[in-house]
Nanobody, 124 residues
C-alpha cells in the first residue's frame, strides 16, 4: 500500500517561504515521477510542479517558475517543494502525488497515489 505523508505547511507572511516535504512508503519511490498539486477553496486541484524519477528533469506551471523548486532525495524516499516570494493567492492545500510512470506528468488523473495534503496560508 502506497503512503504519502506531507509536512511543512503553515502560516507565513507575504514574501516569505515555506518548504514542504512528502515522505513516501509502500513502493519503489525512486522508480516514478512525483508531483505537487494544490487546491484553493472553491477551485479545482491544479498542478504545481513535477520531478522525474531520477530528479534530473522538472516541470512547473509558468506562474511558479522562479518561485518554486521541486527536488527529491531517493535515498530518503522524500520529495520537497521549496516555495519563496509567497503571495496570498498561493494559499491552498498542497498535495503530494506519485505517478505510475517515469514520464513527467501534469494532469491529476495521471497520478494514482495521493497524500492527505498540508495547508499553506499566506497573509498579506
Amino acid at each position: 500500500q502506497v503512503q504519502l505523508v506531507e509536512s511543512g505547511g503553515g502560516l507565513v507572511q507575504a514574501g516569505g517561504s515555506l518548504r514542504l516535504s512528502c515522505a513516501a512508503s509502500g513502493r519503489t519511490f525512486s522508480a516514478y515521477t512525483m508531483g505537487w498539486f494544490r487546491q484553493a477553496p472553491g477551485k479545482e486541484r491544479e498542478f504545481v510542479a513535477g520531478i522525474s524519477w531520477s530528479g534530473r528533469s522538472t516541470s512547473y506551471t509558468d506562474s511558479k517558475k522562479g518561485r518554486y523548486t521541486i527536488s527529491r532525495d531517493n535515498a530518503k524516499n522524500t520529495v520537497y517543494l521549496q516555495m519563496s516570494s509567497l503571495k496570498p493567492e498561493d494559499s491552498a492545500v498542497y498535495y503530494c502525488a506519485s505517478s505510475a510512470s517515469k514520464a513527467l506528468l501534469t494532469a491529476t488523473f495521471e497520478y494514482p497515489y495521493w497524500g492527505q495534503g498540508t495547508q499553506g496560508t499566506v497573509t498579506s
